[in-house]
């Protein structure tokens, strides 16, 4: 129980930084996010390879030139309790597809652009970092009202379960 306190105390506490970071971020580009805790999970992996702790804002983001883009950052973290393998492969795929979406006040969400990222090797390679996946960006209708939504599947490296889909949270809507 003790153990499981701490996992849930250290995915708060990387909620929490995200935050700040997300905070400082807003001030070079008008984005609006999910939740830090919203898109978070603890993920049991196999063997002695300590618990993936995942956590995936999902966003949209007005850029330069009248441009709007939908973004999904992959935050990862294994936590070493000095007995975990930190060296072995973790999951045989791992990818995510963020999307931009936008709507007519009262209609409903259409796909505008969308984008897969495979960040297999990135998340095999480090105990902890972070991917962010950008979808192309796409002139800015003011008429409309846009959000940025991702998806994670992913495959355990070992389990024999197969690929875990994971429908994240989409963003608040940016008008």
């Known amino acids: 129980m003790h153990k499981n306190l701490l996992r849930a105390s250290a995915v708060s506490a990387a909620a929490i930084a995200f935050c700040g970071v997300i905070s400082v971020s807003q001030a070079s580009a008008a984005q609006t996010c999910s939740t830090a805790g919203t898109n978070a999970r603890i993920q049991v992996m196999t063997g002695i390879i300590p618990e993936a702790q995942l956590s995936v804002p999902t966003c949209v983001e007005a850029v330069a030139d009248g441009k ?63 991917f962010t996946c950008l979808t192309p960006a796409v002139t800015l209708d003011p008429s409309k009202q846009w959000s940025g939504d991702a998806t994670v599947v992913y495959d355990i490296e070992g389990d024999g379960k197969g690929p875990i889909t994971w429908q994240l949270t989409g963003s608040p809507l940016m008008s």
């Open 68 to 130: 709007v883009r939908g973004k999904a950052t992959v935050n990862w973290g294994f936590v070493n309790d000095g007995q975990s393998d930190m060296t072995s492969k973790r999951f045989t795929s791992f990818k995510v597809t963020t999307r931009l979406e936008s709507r007519v006040p009262g209609g409903t969400d259409v796909v505008v652009n969308s984008k897969t990222c495979d960040i297999t090797a990135n998340i095999n390679a480090t105990p902890e970092s972070s």
